[in-house]
């Protein structure tokens, strides 16, 4: 699109489905609600739309994205889905698991979505607009979070517009997203599947499923990593101190369970609560003349996995740009 047009932000009917679907097929970008975040979605067979999609995010070219599909025989056209795979997919699809699998040989996604990696991330959301979106387009979208790279991801059409809205052609208005962290990410290429990101499908349920522990990317130093894991991200502008149970002067404190705080993630103590509150409330408590924000410690089970992880990253040293 031409620089300085703002994207339009439109309720998702069938005619604006079929109008995004015109747009991605033609290679344009839309932004569009998962259960997750909002994606920003290009055209994962083309190219020309997966480049506009890195440098819309700013997102550094080695970061490889991942290919959202709207049924498992659209994902078994793009990758190897082995038994494991199928089994999955069968238990955690649609919903927010992404696997990394082998490439095919003729697959169609571009060589930039894997970011020359011989393995393709694919994912199913389980979002009624997102798979209207993917049907619509024709072809599987690559699809990271809808917000300039390094920044706290977006959970509402408003959070995109705010960073991304003259950088793209559409957004998709679906209301908040209801997990409201990103996938976990799955590495099934090696002879263990490997957690190469915690997210919104608890580790508990998959080793569950899978009867075996996981390997953790951290756990050998040979172990599948995912080279976008880098140290910080999902920043807001000012410093995070994790692990607070007061604030100090000039914070503010994002809480936990019952407590005296600015902002409660969950007053009940209910991580999936904090987890779908999480990026709207660093972004709410992240104002011009404070010092920083204050978090308060959440447990380290199921969906506080995730919330700790993107905690951590945000809490990370920043790299100076
Ligand atoms: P995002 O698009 O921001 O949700 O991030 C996608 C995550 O999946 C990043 O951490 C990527 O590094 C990871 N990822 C995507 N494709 C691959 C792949 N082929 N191998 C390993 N990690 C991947
Ligand atoms: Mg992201």
């Not at 698991?97 to 169609?108: C, F, G, H, I, K």
């Not at 199913?124 to 049907?135: E, F, G, S, T």
């Not at 003259?166 to 957690?195: K, M, N, Q």
Request: glycine share 10%.
């Amino acid at each position: 699109m031409s620089p300085n047009i703002i994207a339009s932000l439109v309720p998702p009917t069938p005619e604006a489905l079929a109008a995004a679907g015109r747009i991605l097929a033609q290679g344009g970008l839309v932004a569009f609600p998962t259960e997750t975040v909002y994606g920003l979605g290009g055209d994962a067979t083309n190219d020309r739309a997966v480049a506009a999609i890195f440098e819309a995010k700013g997102r550094p070219s080695f970061n490889p994205l991942i290919a959202h599909v709207a049924s498992v025989e659209q994902a078994a056209g793009l990758v190897a889905m082995t038994p494991l795979a199928c089994d999955l997919a069968r238990r955690f699809w649609p919903g927010p698991l992404t696997l990394v699998l082998p490439r095919l040989e003729n697959s169609p996604v571009s060589l930039l979505v894997s970011a020359g990696l011989d393995s393709v991330a694919v994912r199913l959301p389980d979002h009624p607009v997102a798979r209207a979106l993917i049907q619509a387009a024709g072809r599987p979208l690559a699809a990271p979070s809808a917000n300039r790279s390094g920044a706290v991801s977006p959970t509402t059409a408003a959070h995109v517009a705010e960073s991304l809205s003259d950088r793209i052609d559409l957004i998709l208005d679906g209301g908040p997203c209801r997990v409201g962290v990103e996938s976990t990410v799955l590495d099934l290429c090696g002879p263990r599947p490997t957690l190469l990101r915690p997210g919104g499908i608890g580790v508990e349920d998959l080793e569950a499923a899978l009867g075996q522990s996981l390997l953790r990317s951290t756990d050998a130093p040979d172990a599948p990593r995912s080279p976008g894991q880098l140290e910080s991200h999902y920043a807001p502008t000012l410093p995070v101190r994790l692990n607070a149970m007061t604030r100090s002067d000039g914070e503010v404190l994002l809480g936990f369970g019952p407590m005296a705080c600015t902002l409660n993630l969950s007053p009940d103590g209910d991580l999936a609560e904090a987890a779908a509150n999480l990026f709207a409330s660093l972004r709410a408590l992240d104002r011009p003349g404070l010092t920083g924000i204050a978090v308060a410690p959440i447990p380290e089970h199921g969906l506080g996995l995730a919330i700790n992880d993107r905690l951590c990253r945000a809490a990370a040293p920043r790299s100076g740009a």
